[in-house]
């Protein structure tokens, strides 16, 4: 697997406090990865340092086998990125504001401007003011923008933010067809549990500056042998029922249920203990474990996001 950027043993101090630690990540080419986490988590800081806003303490990121800290210059021409809200001239068209982005950089032709137009499918919208664009379209034009350089690397700082669902599921399309498509390596921070889990390959889940784990989401949707399951059971007598079971991580308990993980495969032998040992079995639900599950896992119930 190609990496297009490598965070290595990145940390951040503010003053007295360790706000990144120790940040070891790698960002395959042509992944929509996310960086999941509570607030203050440290997800934009690490985004700033991403793209060269905000200096690391120690630790490097290589972009394109470059030293953000050593060729900063060519490090970040690889980089597309929008950092909290796309700014935009409300009075200009989004046509003269992508010319206007464009003449900062050099060889950008309007063949390039129509390209990447109609890749985020603002061709019917362009000639009108940013200004009466909805939020949206401001998205997407921002995205436009941002492609306009041809990028290896776009970093998306919570771009559903104030979408409605309509909106998140437009901004959703257009990454999974920039990653597909143009072989773009998409990096998208966002503490929307389910919207991020079908727009991502990978998930980062950074809690207090550190990153906790990395969870691939298809291999834990292709493979249904080894994925971990939830399973409640509603039995009588409850009691013995929990001791027959007493080997699986108990999830929760009910007034006539339980709830279990188990993997598929382990599901009949769950329930064969239970008919042996003449347990009656009202009812068995399964569920996989859902990405909100393991991020509550990881962080703790009471973090607020």
Known sequence: MNVAMELINVNKNIGKKHIIKDLNLSIHKGEVFGLLGPNGAGKTTTIRMMVGLMKMTSGDIQIEGHSIRKDYKNAVRHVGAIVENPEMYPFLSGWKNLK?????????????????IQLVGLQKAIKEKAGRYSLGMRQRLGVAQALLHRPSILILDEPTNGLDPAGIREIRQYIRKLAEEEDVSVIVSSHLLSEIELMCDR???IKNGELLSVEDVKDSQDDEENTELSVTLNVSPLKEAMEIVSSFPIKSEGEHSITVKATREQIPDIIKSLVQADIQIYEVNVEKTSLEDKFFERIGENTIA
Not at 102 to 107: E, N, Q, S, V
Request: glycine share 10%; no cysteine; charged share 25%.
């Open 203 to 205: 998930i980062g889940i």
């Open 100 to 116: 206007h982005y464009a003449r900062m950089i050099p060889g950008i032709t309007d063949e390039r401007i129509h390209e990447v």
